[in-house]
C-alpha cells in the first residue's frame, strides 16, 4: 500500500472551510483514498473515499488530482466538533485487508 | 444494532499476565481487525483477519495471538504483558475489501505495571 504525507496540524476559523491535503505520489491505479477523523481518543471514524472522481458526501467533499498523486478532504463549514486527528489513507481494493495509518492532521476549529 | 463492541474499556495489568482483549460485532463483516495507538501516534495494526478461520499478522503481531472462530468474535490476547504494551487497542470490522469502510469499536485503554 502507498505511504501518504499529511501536515502535522493546521488550524481554522469555525464556519469556514477546511482544506486538508495529503499526498500519495506512490498511489497504484487499484489504491483508494480513504479518510478518517479520530476525535479525542475515540476510535476512527470513516468520513469519505474515492478511486479517482471527486466524491461528496453529508460530511465532505474528497478532491482527488488527475494525476491521483495528491488529494484534499474538505468540510465546507468546520465546527468546534470537526477538532480532530485526519487521517488520510490509501489502500487496494482487494488482497489482504489492512488499512495502513499514518499520523495524521490535527485540525484544530477555532472560535 | 451495537455495532462494534469492546471490552473492557479500561484494564490494568501486572508485567507476566495474560488476558485477552474480546470485539464483537453484529453487522456480519467478514473482516476484522485490531490495531494498538500509543500516546501522540497513529494506530498500528497488529493482527487481520479475512473471515472465520483465517488470520493473518499485520505491522506489529509480536506479544498477540488471535483466532477467529465466530465471524462475529476477534479476540486479542496478549501471551505475557510487557510495560511496551501499554497502549489504547481498538477493534474493527468491515463489510468486504471491496472499497468499503471500516467501523472501529471505541477501544481498550491497558496499562502494564
Known amino acids: 500500500d502507498a505511504k501518504t504525507t499529511q501536515p502535522p496540524s493546521m488550524d481554522c476559523a469555525e464556519g469556514r472551510a477546511a482544506n486538508l491535503p495529503c499526498n500519495h505520489s506512490?498511489?497504484?491505479?487499484?489504491?483508494?483514498v480513504y479518510w478518517y477523523r479520530q476525535i479525542h481518543s475515540q476510535g476512527p471514524q470513516y468520513i469519505i473515499h474515492?478511486?479517482?472522481n471527486n466524491e461528496t458526501n453529508e460530511m465532505a467533499s474528497l478532491i482527488i488530482t488527475e494525476d491521483r498523486k495528491s488529494s484534499t478532504l474538505i468540510l465546507p463549514h468546520a465546527t468546534l466538533r470537526d477538532t480532530a486527528v485526519y487521517y488520510c489513507?490509501?489502500?487496494?481494493?482487494?488482497?489482504?485487508?489492512?488499512?495502513?495509518f499514518g499520523t495524521g492532521t490535527r485540525l484544530k476549529v477555532l472560535a | 444494532n451495537a455495532g462494534v463492541t469492546q471490552t473492557p474499556k479500561f484494564q490494568v495489568l501486572k508485567t507476566g499476565q495474560s488476558m485477552t482483549l474480546q470485539c464483537a460485532q453484529d453487522?456480519?463483516?467478514?473482516?476484522m481487525s485490531w490495531y494498538r495507538q500509543d500516546p501522540g501516534m497513529g494506530l498500528r495494526l497488529i493482527h487481520y483477519?479475512?473471515?472465520?478461520?483465517?488470520?493473518d499478522q499485520g505491522e506489529v503481531p509480536n506479544g498477540y495471538n488471535v483466532s477467529r472462530s465466530t465471524t462475529e468474535d476477534f479476540p486479542l490476547r496478549l501471551l505475557s504483558a510487557a510495560p511496551s504494551q501499554t497502549s489504547v487497542y481498538f477493534c474493527?470490522?468491515?463489510?468486504?475489501?471491496?472499497?468499503?469502510?471500516?467501523?472501529f469499536g471505541q477501544g481498550t485503554r491497558l496499562t502494564v505495571v
Open positions: 474515492g478511486l479517482k
Open positions: 506512490t498511489i497504484s491505479g487499484n489504491e483508494y
Open positions: 453487522m456480519n463483516h467478514e473482516y
Open positions: 489513507i490509501v489502500r487496494v481494493a482487494g488482497g489482504t485487508y489492512k488499512y495502513i
Open positions: 483477519s479475512v473471515g472465520a478461520g483465517i488470520t
Open positions: 474493527a470490522s468491515s463489510p468486504d475489501f471491496l472499497g468499503t469502510e471500516a467501523f
